[in-house]
C-alpha cells in the first residue's frame, strides 16, 4: 500500500489540513482572549459603578461623620457572594475600615505589603493612576481578584463642615477600594473557549473531509484513469479510450489522451499495412530475381549447348548423307535378296530420322538473326492452320479462331514465327490423341506494347514436375515409337530462342487432364525504322 504522504491526494489534504489547522487556531485564540477582555472589561464597569453607588449613598453620613452606618453600608454590600472586599484608606495609605477587620489600621503601601499575601491578603499586581485604579491581582490561591480603586476627593463642603474640617488646600482625602472575584468571568470564558474549540475542531474536520472527497473525486480518480491509460499506450494497447466527461483541465487532457491514442492506432494500422505491402513487394521482387535467375542460366546453358551441337551436327551430316546413299542403292538394288532390302530400308528410314534431328539441332544451334519485316500474325496463323487443318479433321480436332479485329502488323521472321506457331499446333494436336479443342486468339495489348497469342487446347495436360522442364533442349514426353509417338524435345526450347530473339515473351498455364494454354507475346513494333533491340526485353514466363 501507498503511504499517504507519497501520494499526491495525500501531501495535498496534508499541507492544506496544517495550514488550516494553524489558520483556525489562530483565529480561535483570538477571538478568545478578546471575548475574555471583553468579560473582564465588563466586569470592571460593574465593579467601577458599584464603587460609585457607595461613595455616593456613603458621601452624605461622611459629611456627618456617620462612620458606623457608612461601616454598616459597606459590610451590607461586601456581603455579596461576587465581593470579595471592600476597604476605605486614608490619604497616608492607612486602612481605616475594611470588611475584613484584621487589616484595619495597616498601611497598604508600605513594603509590609508582600506579608499580606502570607496573611492570605490581596497584593498588587500594578499601580495604574491614582484617578482610576483598575487591577487584576491574585489572591494566595492564584484565584484572580479585580481590584477597582476610587479616589475621595475633598470638596469644599468638607473643608467648612464642623465636625472634622479637612483644610482646604488638601485634595485627596483618601480612597474607595472595592475587590470582586473575577470567577465567573474565568467560568465564562473557559466555556467560550471550548466551545471555539469544539467548532474549530469540526470545521476542521469538515473541511478536511470535503478536500479529501474534492482532491478524490477530481483529482485522484482521474489521473488514476490517466495513468492506467497510459500504461496501456506503452504496451501499444490503443483499443481503450479514457472515460471523463469533466470540463476542465483534466477532462481537456483526457480527450488529448484520446485523440493522441486514436492518432497512434491509425499510425499502427498505416504500418502494419505498410509492412505488409513490404513484405508483399519483397516477395514478387525475389520470385521475379528467381525467374529472370533461371532465365539467365536457360540462356547460358542453350548458348554453349547450341556451340556443342552445332559442331557435332556438322560433324554427322556428312557420314550420315554417305549412309542415305549406300542405303538407297542397297534398297534399290534388284540383285540383292529381299531380306537385304527390307533392312536396307530401315537403315534408310532410321537415317533420315537421325537426318531430321540434325536438321533440328541445326535450327536449334543455329540462332539466326531474324530477318523482320512488317507481317500480320493472324495471316501467319492461318498459314500455319492451312498446313495443319487436314491433319486435325482426320484427328477430330475442332479448331477455333478468334482474332481482334484491326490488329496492326507488326515486326517480324515470319519463317520462325511460323516455325513457332507449327510447334506450338502439333504439340497441341498431339496432346489430344482422342479429339478435342484448340482455340487459337490473337489481341493487342497496348498498356504492354504487346501483340498477345493464345494457342489453348483440352488435351491432356503437362504433369506439375515437367512444367518447369519443357523449354528445356531434349526434354521430351514422347518417346513411344510403338505409338507412333517419338519427340526431340527441341520444339519449344527452339520456339523459346525465337522468341527470345524477337524480344518476346512465352508463358504457359496447365493442368492434367484441363488442358494447356500457351501465350506468346510479341513486341508490338509497327514501323521497319525502330530497331528491334530499342524494345522490350525477352522475358520468359512459365505460369
Ligand atoms: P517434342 O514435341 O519433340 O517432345 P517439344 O519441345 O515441342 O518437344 O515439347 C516438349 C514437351 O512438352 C513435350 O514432349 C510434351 O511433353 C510437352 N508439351 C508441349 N506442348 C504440349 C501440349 N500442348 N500439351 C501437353 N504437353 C505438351
Redesign the pocket.
Known amino acids: 500500500m501507498r503511504l499517504p504522504y507519497k501520494s499526491l491526494a495525500g501531501k495535498f489534504t496534508i499541507c492544506t489540513s496544517l495550514v488550516l489547522l494553524v489558520t483556525i487556531a489562530f483565529f480561535a485564540y483570538i477571538n478568545i482572549e478578546a471575548l475574555r477582555g471583553v468579560f473582564l472589561d465588563e466586569a470592571k464597569d460593574d465593579v467601577e459603578t458599584l464603587s460609585e453607588i457607595i461613595l455616593h449613598t456613603t458621601h452624605l453620613q461622611m459629611l456627618e461623620d456617620n462612620r458606623d452606618i457608612v461601616y454598616k453600608m459597606m459590610d451590607d454590600v461586601g456581603k455579596h457572594k461576587k465581593i470579595g472586599l471592600i476597604r476605605l484608606l486614608d490619604d497616608k495609605g492607612t486602612i481605616r475600615y475594611s470588611t475584613h477587620a484584621n487589616e484595619i489600621g495597616r498601611f497598604v503601601d508600605q513594603p509590609t505589603d508582600d506579608c499580606l499575601s502570607c496573611h492570605c491578603e490581596a497584593i498588587a499586581e500594578t499601580f495604574p493612576p491614582m484617578e482610576s485604579r483598575r487591577r487584576v491581582i491574585k489572591d494566595c490561591s492564584g484565584a484572580e481578584i479585580l481590584s477597582v480603586t476610587k479616589q475621595i476627593n475633598n470638596q469644599p463642603v468638607c473643608s467648612t463642615a464642623a465636625c472634622h474640617v479637612h483644610p482646604p488646600d488638601v485634595q485627596v482625602l483618601g480612597a474607595l477600594e472595592v475587590q470582586a472575584s473575577l470567577h465567573n468571568v474565568g467560568i465564562q470564558a473557559d466555556t467560550y473557549r471550548k466551545n471555539v474549540l469544539a467548532f474549530a475542531a469540526s470545521l476542521l474536520l469538515i473541511i478536511i473531509g470535503c478536500l479529501v472527497w474534492l482532491t478524490h473525486d477530481l483529482v485522484v480518480q482521474p489521473v488514476h484513469s490517466l495513468l492506467l491509460h497510459s500504461r496501456k499506450v506503452a504496451k501499444m494497447e490503443l483499443d481503450d479510450h479514457v472515460v471523463l466527461n469533466s470540463a476542465d483541465e483534466i477532462g481537456a487532457l483526457a480527450r488529448e489522451f484520446n485523440e493522441m491514442t486514436d492518432r497512434l492506432r491509425q499510425a499502427q494500422g498505416e504500418y502494419r499495412q505498410l509492412t505488409e505491402t513490404l513484405e508483399a513487394k519483397v516477395e514478387e521482387r525475389t520470385a521475379e530475381i528467381a525467374q529472370m535467375n533461371s532465365q539467365l542460366v536457360r540462356s547460358e546453358k542453350l548458348a554453349s549447348l547450341g556451340k556443342l551441337v552445332a559442331g557435332i551436327a556438322h560433324e554427322i551430316n556428312n557420314p550420315l548423307a554417305g549412309i542415305l546413299m549406300f542405303a538407297t542403292l542397297f534398297a534399290e538394288d534388284r540383285s540383292l535378296p529381299p531380306e537385304l532390302r527390307e533392312d536396307a530400308q530401315i537403315i534408310m528410314r532410321e537415317t533420315q530420322r537421325c537426318a531430321e534431328i540434325v536438321k533440328r539441332l541445326l535450327e536449334f544451334s543455329r540462332n539466326s538473326i531474324p530477318r523482320k519485316k512488317l507481317k500480320s500474325l493472324p495471316v501467319i496463323m492461318n498459314n500455319t492452320m492451312a498446313l495443319l487443318e487436314h491433319q486435325a479433321a482426320l484427328n477430330e480436332i475442332e479448331i477455333l479462331r478468334s482474332y481482334d479485329p484491326d490488329l496492326p502488323d507488326i515486326l517480324v521472321d515470319p519463317n520462325q514465327i511460323e516455325q513457332v506457331f507449327v510447334?506450338m499446333v502439333v504439340?497441341?494436336c498431339q496432346?489430344m490423341p482422342n479429339g478435342g479443342r484448340l482455340s487459337v486468339a490473337m489481341h493487342a495489348d497496348y498498356d504492354q506494347h504487346f501483340l498477345v497469342t493464345i494457342i489453348e487446347?483440352n488435351?491432356?495436360?503437362?504433369a506439375k514436375e515437367?512444367l518447369p522442364k519443357?523449354f528445356d533442349p531434349f526434354?521430351?514426353?514422347?518417346d513411344q515409337p510403338d505409338a507412333g509417338m517419338t519427340?526431340?524435345?527441341?520444339?519449344?526450347?527452339v520456339s523459346y530462342g525465337i522468341i527470345q530473339n524477337h524480344g518476346g515473351r512465352i508463358g504457359v498455364v496447365?493442368e492434367v487432364g484441363s488442358g494447356?494454354t500457351f501465350t506468346v507475346e510479341l513486341p508490338l513494333v509497327t514501323s521497319a525504322a525502330l530497331p528491334a533491340k530499342d524494345y522490350p526485353g525477352n522475358l520468359y514466363a512459365l505460369g
Open positions: 510447334n504439340n497441341a496432346a487446347d488435351g491432356h495436360g503437362i515437367n519443357i526434354f521430351t514426353t514422347k519427340g526431340t524435345g527441341l520444339g519449344l526450347s496447365s494447356t
